[in-house]
């Protein structure tokens, strides 16, 4: 299955500041898909980054606010902008395990180590 | 909507008892589900994958069956270790996306 090397692993930032997070695949993938996890929740899509085109955002959450570049196919990134403690969370990238069987409907899926983010 | 709930939400079990986690979702319509491990403030390690043509998967301790008319996962980990202790997310796939349970946190106490 496709490895993700996600950076930076874990910051403290100050309300007001962005942070921007890589996520590197090392084989080429179709779509990247990037996740928040809220302190004590579970995973909450927040977009589907495919490269060549605009990221498809989920309800709830707008470019302005978590802007993501996908400039080639295995990399993406995603920027929390203007943040406020509410921001605090893990932020996790994820693609597609097409290490199995052929059909898109089979494929599991394979995160990356996940960002911790604090805002002070 | 699809809606994935897990009971219970923590357990706490001696070392060398078996685990048993539960995971319901209420479409049936899925085409798979992924079992994950979550360490602290980490990322998500896949454990196991069931298609929604399967009943289960086994990998070493670890075994998940699939109740898909019926909305159901189990993972079952036999004789449980301190190295299991961890949070335990079922996630369904339909329709591309993947929707998540909140966890169960296992602490397995030496």
């Known amino acids: 299955s496709a490895v993700i090397s996600q950076k930076p692993s874990r910051d403290i930032c100050q309300r007001g500041t962005s942070l921007t997070i890589q996520c590197q695949v090392d084989?080429?993938?179709?779509?990247m898909f990037w996740y928040r996890q809220q302190p004590g929740q579970s995973l909450t899509l927040i977009a589907t980054a495919n490269q060549g085109s605009e990221a498809t955002y989920e309800s709830g959450f707008v470019i302005d606010k978590f802007p993501i570049s996908r400039p080639n196919l295995t990399f993406s990134t995603l920027t929390v902008s203007n943040m406020s403690p509410e921001d605090s969370s893990i932020y996790l990238c994820?693609?597609?395990?097409?290490?199995?069987?052929?059909?898109?409907?089979?494929?599991?899926?394979?995160f990356g180590s996940g960002t911790r983010l604090t805002v002070v | 909507k699809q809606e994935v709930t897990q009971i219970p939400a923590a357990l706490s079990v001696p070392e060398g008892e078996n685990l048993v986690l539960n995971c319901s979702f209420t479409?049936?319509?899925?085409?798979?589900l992924q079992w994950f491990r979550q360490d602290p403030g980490k990322g998500l390690t896949s454990l196991l994958l069931?298609?929604?043509?399967?009943r289960e998967q086994t990998s070493g301790r670890l075994n998940a069956s699939l109740d898909k008319s019926s909305g159901r996962s189990t993972l079952y980990i036999a004789a449980s270790q301190p190295g299991d202790s961890a949070t335990y997310l079922c996630a369904v796939l339909g329709d591309y996306k993947l929707s998540f349970g909140a966890g169960t946190t296992v602490t397995v106490r030496a």
């Open positions: 069931i298609q929604s043509s399967q």
């Open positions: 479409d049936s319509a899925i085409y798979n």
């Open positions: 994820s693609v597609e395990d097409r290490s199995g069987q052929g059909s898109p409907h089979n494929y599991g899926y394979t």
């Open positions: 084989s080429q993938v179709t779509m």
